[in-house]
């Protein structure tokens, strides 16, 4: 089992920025994919970022302005959010795979608000 903890998110003026880490506990030698999904209000969720092996894939949304990351010596991942915008408003959820499971954290609350 994989257990996963989100923290840095909050409330931020348009056009600022924030840092979300992940971090995983348990069997995670394990995971070959981990990522971060986000969910609006009426919204289906929706792939933000995420990491397969050695490969990156971000969403065209908020490619430029998101950079994803991973510390494996500290088993975290990052998601760096510059340049937000309102739209960016939602929960986000950090997400591993292994070869038998889909593990999701518990959700941390972005707001895009002047």
């Known amino acids: 089992q994989v257990q996963l903890v989100e923290s840095g998110g909050g409330l931020v003026q348009p056009g600022g920025s924030l840092r979300l880490s992940c971090a995983a506990s348990g069997s995670t030698l394990s995971i070959y994919e981990v990522g971060w999904y986000r969910q609006a209000p009426g919204k289906a969720r929706e792939l933000v970022a995420a990491?397969?092996?050695?490969?990156?894939n971000v969403a065209d949304s908020v490619k430029g302005r998101f950079t994803i990351s991973r510390d494996n010596a500290k088993n975290t991942v990052y998601l760096q959010m510059n340049s937000l915008k309102p739209e960016d408003t939602a929960v986000y959820y950090c997400h591993g795979r292994d070869f038998l499971n889909d593990y999701w954290g518990q959700g941390t609350q972005v707001t895009v608000s002047s």
């Open positions: 990491i397969t092996g050695g490969t990156t």
